[in-house]
């Protein structure tokens, strides 16, 4: 028995079994909760913990390691869950994908459109006045700024029980996150999931061949530029068009490396 607890392999599938009952354990998906700071919080007698207006019965709140985590979502289940992206007095910066910026003037509600809303929610003008609004990191992976008003594969939709529909699938309470930008327009931050993530590989392996294919182009260039005899009409053409594929390249390059850059940028490129 003692030699079997030292095998590598048994240690990690007990740590393994370990984690998965710990996540089990807890009374609500941990992307509903918020931690709940000793210092701002009061805890009673009977196991309840009162924290920012909120009382969270014993079957509603768990500690892990030194920190509580307090079921928001399932607290009050008539008024559904929303996600702010930023804090109470921020909103998304408009140069960069998730950052947030400060804004004068105090806290600022999260104004809804209607060409982002289902049937049902529609009247609303305010996430407020139908959505329990929090704060909190929505995934630990990549996130993607949905900008439907330049993509019309962009577009999504939310409905009054708190899911979005976009990227053709059903996101659930902390998949996404929504919050105003610099410009007072709504913007939504999805998570990457794994079928992205594929996409994400298959762009890679196009930016490769064009980072392969560059040098090559450059090449031909500069000899086609350097050797007189090749400066013919016909070698004049094919420089213009190299050239072409060599810019053509590198703004391809600049503009499937990066996730975001601000919307002048993008337009100029």
């Given at each position: 028995?003692?030699?079997?607890?030292?095998?590598?392999?048994?240690?990690i599938?007990?740590?393994?079994l370990?984690?998965?009952?710990?996540?089990?354990?807890?009374?609500?998906?941990?992307?509903q909760?918020?931690?709940?700071?000793?210092?701002?919080?009061?805890?009673?007698?009977?196991?309840?913990?009162?924290?920012?207006?909120?009382?969270?019965?014993?079957e509603?709140?768990?500690?892990?390691?030194?920190?509580?985590?307090?079921?928001?979502?399932q607290i009050?289940?008539?008024?559904?869950?929303l996600?702010?992206?930023?804090?109470?007095?921020?909103?998304?910066?408009?140069?960069?994908?998730?950052?947030?910026?400060?804004?004068p003037?105090?806290?600022?509600?999260?104004?809804?459109?209607?060409?982002?809303?289902?049937?049902?929610?529609?009247?609303?003008?305010?996430?407020?006045?139908?959505?329990?609004?929090?704060?909190?990191?929505?995934?630990?992976?990549?996130?993607?700024?949905?900008?439907p008003?330049?993509?019309?594969?962009?577009?999504?939709?939310?409905?009054?029980?708190?899911?979005?529909?976009?990227?053709?699938?059903?996101?659930?309470?902390?998949?996404?996150?929504?919050?105003l930008?610099?410009?007072?327009?709504?913007?939504?931050?999805?998570?990457?999931?794994?079928?992205?993530?594929?996409?994400?590989?298959?762009?890679?392996?196009?930016?490769?061949?064009?980072?392969?294919?560059?040098?090559?182009?450059?090449?031909?260039?500069?000899?086609?530029?350097?050797?007189?005899?090749?400066?013919?009409l016909?070698?004049?053409?094919?420089?213009?068009?190299?050239?072409?594929?060599?810019?053509?390249?590198?703004?391809?390059?600049?503009?499937?490396?990066?996730?975001y850059?601000?919307?002048?940028?993008?337009?100029?490129?």
């Amino acid at each position: 028995m003692k030699k079997t607890l030292k095998n590598p392999i048994f240690k990690i599938l007990i740590f393994l079994l370990t984690v998965k009952n710990s996540h089990q354990n807890t009374p609500c998906d941990p992307s509903q909760a918020l931690p709940l700071p000793p210092e701002e919080s009061i805890h009673f007698e009977n196991g309840s913990v009162f924290h920012r207006g909120q009382l969270y019965p014993p079957e509603l709140h768990w500690k892990d390691g030194n920190v509580t985590f307090g079921c928001f979502c399932q607290i009050n289940e008539e008024n559904p869950c929303l996600v702010k992206c930023c804090g109470i007095n921020q909103v998304l910066s408009d140069s960069d994908v998730s950052n947030c910026v400060s804004t004068p003037g105090g806290p600022i509600g999260l104004q809804l459109r209607p060409q982002h809303l289902h049937e049902d929610v529609r009247h609303l003008e305010n996430a407020e006045e139908h959505f329990r609004v929090f704060t909190r990191e929505i995934c630990p992976g990549v996130r993607s700024r949905l900008q439907p008003e330049m993509f019309p594969e962009d577009n999504f939709t939310l409905y009054g029980n708190g899911s979005l529909y976009a990227m053709d699938r059903l996101m659930a309470v902390g998949e996404f996150c929504f919050d105003l930008d610099e410009e007072k327009v709504l913007r939504a931050l999805v998570c990457i999931t794994a079928d992205t993530e594929a996409v994400t590989v298959e762009e890679s392996v196009y930016r490769l061949g064009f980072v392969v294919s560059i040098p090559f182009l450059v090449a031909t260039f500069i000899v086609y530029a350097i050797i007189p005899e090749l400066r013919s009409l016909y070698g004049m053409t094919l420089m213009c068009y190299v050239g072409c594929l060599i810019a053509a390249y590198v703004f391809l390059m600049i503009t499937q490396t990066f996730v975001y850059h601000g919307q002048a940028s993008c337009t100029v490129i």
